[in-house]
C-alpha cells in the first residue's frame, strides 16, 4: 500500500457515511483519501458530495443480480478500483449486490456499514424491523462484506436504546449519528493495519474496550477517534 490508504466508496444514496469518512480524510482523523466514488445512480446525491470535495466520480449501471449486465458491471468495478490504485473499498450506502469480482479482488478490504446489530435483522429496513419486533436495543454494524447481503466478519457495533415512542425514523436518524462515528473509525483501524480476521473473527490490537455513552449508547470496541 502506499502511505496514505486509498478508498474507493460505493453508494447508491445520499452519501451521509461517504461525508463522514471524506470529513475524516480532510481533518487527518483518517490516515487515507477517497480517490474515487463508484454509483449506479446518476441521481445519487453522494455523487455531488464527492465533486465537491474534488473525488473522482463514476457511473455504472449494475443492473438485475446476476444477470449478464450484473456480470459486466462487476468486471468494470474490478477495473475502475485497479485504475485508481485502490487500496480498500467502503460500501456507503449502496444498495446492490457487490460482485464476486471486487469480493475476490479486494478479500476482507471491502467494509459495509448496516443500521442494526448484525446477524440480527438484515436487509433494507432494519431500523423498522427492530421497531416491529419490539427490541429494547437496536444499533449498527461495521463489517467485511462477502457474497451474500449483511453478512461478513464484523468489525465494531453500536446498540442504541430503543425509546417509548420511537418509530423507524426517530430510531433511525439516532442510529445514523452512531454511523458517522464508528465507520470512520473502522477505516482508521484498517489504515493503521490493526484489522486481522481469524476463522470469521476480527481481531483489533490493540482494542480499546467497550464504553458506554451518557445516553446509553455501547460501542465496542472502544473508539480511538472523537
Same mark, same amino acid.
Given at each position: 500500500?502506499? =502511505?496514505? %490508504?486509498?478508498?474507493?466508496?460505493?453508494?447508491s444514496g445520499g452519501g451521509s457515511n461517504l461525508q463522514a469518512i471524506i470529513d475524516g480524510c480532510e481533518d487527518a482523523r483518517i490516515d487515507a483519501e477517497v480517490v474515487v466514488l463508484i454509483a449506479n445512480k446518476a441521481?445519487?446525491?453522494?455523487?455531488?458530495?464527492?465533486?465537491?470535495?474534488?473525488?473522482? #466520480?463514476?457511473?455504472?449501471?449494475?443492473?438485475?443480480?446476476? #444477470?449478464?449486465?450484473?456480470?459486466a458491471a462487476d468486471e468494470q468495478h474490478v477495473k475502475l478500483l485497479a485504475d485508481y490504485c485502490v487500496d480498500l473499498v467502503v460500501m456507503a450506502g449502496y444498495m446492490r449486490r457487490i460482485?464476486?469480482? *471486487?469480493?475476490?479482488?479486494?478479500?476482507?478490504? *471491502?467494509?459495509?456499514?448496516?443500521?442494526? %446489530?448484525?446477524?440480527?435483522?438484515?436487509?433494507?429496513?432494519? !431500523?423498522?424491523?427492530?421497531?416491529?419486533?419490539? *427490541?429494547?436495543?437496536?444499533?449498527? #454494524? *461495521?463489517?467485511?462484506?462477502?457474497?451474500e447481503f449483511d453478512r461478513g466478519p464484523?468489525?465494531? !457495533?453500536?446498540? &442504541?436504546?430503543? &425509546?417509548?415512542? =420511537?418509530?423507524? =425514523?426517530? %430510531?433511525?436518524?439516532?442510529?445514523?449519528?452512531?454511523?458517522?462515528? &464508528?465507520?470512520? !473509525?473502522?477505516? !482508521?483501524?484498517?489504515?493503521?493495519g490493526r484489522l486481522t480476521v481469524e476463522d470469521y473473527k476480527v481481531r483489533i490490537e490493540p482494542a480499546a474496550p467497550a464504553f458506554t455513552s451518557e445516553d446509553g449508547v455501547i460501542i465496542s470496541p472502544g473508539l480511538d477517534m472523537a
Amino acid at each position: 500500500m502506499a =502511505d496514505k %490508504l486509498r478508498i474507493g466508496a460505493f453508494a447508491s444514496g445520499g452519501g451521509s457515511n461517504l461525508q463522514a469518512i471524506i470529513d475524516g480524510c480532510e481533518d487527518a482523523r483518517i490516515d487515507a483519501e477517497v480517490v474515487v466514488l463508484i454509483a449506479n445512480k446518476a441521481s445519487a446525491g453522494a455523487m455531488e458530495r464527492a465533486a465537491r470535495h474534488g473525488i473522482a #466520480t463514476e457511473r455504472v449501471r449494475v443492473g438485475k443480480d446476476l #444477470t449478464d449486465e450484473f456480470f459486466a458491471a462487476d468486471e468494470q468495478h474490478v477495473k475502475l478500483l485497479a485504475d485508481y490504485c485502490v487500496d480498500l473499498v467502503v460500501m456507503a450506502g449502496y444498495m446492490r449486490r457487490i460482485g464476486i469480482g *471486487v469480493l475476490n479482488a479486494y478479500h476482507h478490504r *471491502v467494509m459495509n456499514i448496516h443500521p442494526a %446489530l448484525l446477524p440480527s435483522f438484515p436487509g433494507a429496513h432494519g !431500523q423498522r424491523d427492530a421497531v416491529k419486533k419490539g *427490541v429494547k436495543v437496536a444499533g449498527c #454494524t *461495521v463489517h467485511f462484506a462477502d457474497e451474500e447481503f449483511d453478512r461478513g466478519p464484523i468489525i465494531i !457495533q453500536a446498540a &442504541v436504546p430503543l &425509546v417509548a415512542g =420511537d418509530d423507524e =425514523d426517530a %430510531l433511525g436518524g439516532r442510529i445514523l449519528k452512531q454511523e458517522h462515528r &464508528v465507520y470512520p !473509525q473502522a477505516v !482508521q483501524w484498517f489504515a493503521q493495519g490493526r484489522l486481522t480476521v481469524e476463522d470469521y473473527k476480527v481481531r483489533i490490537e490493540p482494542a480499546a474496550p467497550a464504553f458506554t455513552s451518557e445516553d446509553g449508547v455501547i460501542i465496542s470496541p472502544g473508539l480511538d477517534m472523537a
